[in-house]
């Protein structure tokens, strides 16, 4: 059985050379785990900064596998534009809440910190917010307007 994985970019030298490369070379010598899951930590970085990039500029198709092991495509943005004003972004939780009166109140759940190996995203289809994490990431599309 042969399992595909692509990641669209065909990098520059600051990227460490083509995936699309890479990840034929690793399919060859059936080496398992994908570019982010053995890349070093700066890789993994210009990873996730050229996916949140792509995000944030336009919708793109992204297709992982969920945490119960299917496989899902999701059309998601980051675009303030493209994200409906009736839907805002869900609030994390912080060591204190909003001021009500002039007052601050502690709060008594610590502070969680965000994961960097997940990225939360706004569904274009379903409309809601969902999160996919780098690691389980097996294809990102993007279509690019140039204008």
């Known amino acids: 059985m042969i399992k595909k994985r692509l990641?669209?970019?065909?990098?520059?030298?600051?990227?460490?050379?083509?995936w699309e490369k890479d990840e034929v070379?690793?399919?060859l010598k059936g080496v398992p785990g994908t570019q982010y899951q053995e890349g070093d930590d700066q890789v993994k970085?210009?990873?996730?900064?050229?996916?949140?990039?792509?995000?944030?500029?336009?919708?793109i198709n992204v297709t992982f596998t969920k945490a119960d092991g299917t496989e899902r495509e999701m059309l998601c943005t980051?675009?303030?534009?493209?994200?409906?004003v009736s839907v805002?972004?869900?609030?994390?939780l912080t060591t204190s809440?909003?001021?009500?009166?002039g007052i601050v109140r502690e709060s008594k759940r610590p502070r969680k910190?965000?994961?960097?190996?997940s990225i939360r995203v706004f569904d274009v289809e379903k409309q809601e917010w969902r999160s996919f994490?780098?690691?389980?990431?097996?294809?990102?599309?993007?279509?690019?307007n140039f204008q």
Do not use: C, Y
């Open 7 to 18: 990641l669209t970019f065909k990098g520059d030298s600051e990227m460490g050379g083509m």
């Open 113 to 117: 910190e965000p994961d960097p190996h």
């Open 133 to 144: 994490r780098f690691d389980r990431l097996k294809k990102v599309t993007a279509t690019l």
């Open 97 to 101: 809440t909003a001021p009500v009166d």
């Open 78 to 84: 980051l675009d303030s534009s493209r994200i409906p």
């Open 45 to 59: 970085e210009q990873i996730r900064s050229w996916v949140r990039g792509l995000l944030t500029n336009s919708e």
């Open 88 to 92: 805002t972004k869900p609030v994390t």
């Open 25 to 27: 070379v690793r399919l």
